[in-house]
């Protein structure tokens, strides 16, 4: 497990919290692996009928930790690898996942999202894939789902021009459920997953099982992403963004 990554359970809710608020929620190879194993935990027993993933402070998670990417890359089809297998949890699993996006979801932050079944921010959320602007590629089926949620026009907004989606812009349209005051949130959220933790949890699989219908399909779009994904960390694009942001300048991809 990770230090930075919070787990714990009430009402047959389980709580994931990414707790890093130094390194803006940043997500290491280390911090996959505690979330991967929350909802694996979470999707194969009945400790808990609701997940609720969140972060702490003011921010969501400002996506991947750099410095890991660096260093450890990311194998194209290697399952255990920590960022591959938090992916294929969290889309796999067969129970309701909620995120409470309580301040910027910023890359996987955002990408999460879309597979998780209920999303909900506060007023202050933001979201953010800025893939392009690093060298890289959209990852987590975004390239096929954020079309599918947002729309084409929207999504390539979002994707290829790093558009900077509001609240109120994710609620409009339908990126969230529903948008709450920022102190109020958590309160909010926990009510809902409670409620749904008390429905009955067979019902609740085979309704997520209808309604994720496409978990193949998806499987297959990320797959394909995932490789060119992992070739575009050893690129020189990559390379180059790196450097730029440790230098506090713009990069030249020139």
């Known amino acids: 497990m990770s230090e930075h990554i919070i787990v714990s359970t009430q009402d047959r809710v389980t709580t994931v919290t990414i707790s890093r608020t130094d390194k803006k929620n ?21 400790q808990a009928r609701a997940l609720v993933i969140t972060g ?29 297998r938090f992916l294929n949890a969290i889309r796999d699993c067969p129970k309701p996942l909620i995120a409470a996006v309580n301040g910027s979801a910023i890359g996987v932050g955002l990408t999460m999202l879309l597979h998780c079944d209920l999303v909900y921010s506060a007023n202050s959320a933001t979201f953010s894939a800025p893939f392009v602007q690093l060298g890289l590629v959209p990852e987590a089926g975004s390239s096929m789902l954020l079309p599918a949620s947002l ?26 459920a529903r948008v709450f005051a920022d102190g109020e949130l ?30 193949d399909e998806v499987a297959g779009h990320m797959a394909a992403e995932i490789k060119i994904f992992a070739a575009q960390l050893q690129s020189p694009d990559f390379a180059e963004s790196v450097a730029a942001k440790l230098q506090k300048r713009a990069p030249n991809y020139s």
């Open 56 to 84: 702490e402070g003011d921010m969501f998670t400002a996506g991947n930790d750099l410095q890991d990417f660096m260093t450890g890359g990311l194998p194209a089809g290697d399952a255990e690898n920590p960022i591959i």
């Open 26 to 46: 940043a997500i290491t190879f280390a911090m996959y692996t505690a979330i991967a194993e929350a909802i694996e935990e979470y999707g194969q027993t009945d």
């Open 151 to 176: 729309g084409m026009a929207v999504a390539n907004d979002v994707l290829l021009a790093g558009r900077v989606l509001t609240a109120a812009d994710a609620l409009n349209h339908g990126l969230v």
């Open 186 to 215: 958590m309160n909010e959220v926990q009510e809902i997953a409670k409620a749904i933790a008390a429905s009955s949890p067979v019902a609740l699989k085979q309704s997520k099982a209808l309604i994720r219908n496409q978990r």
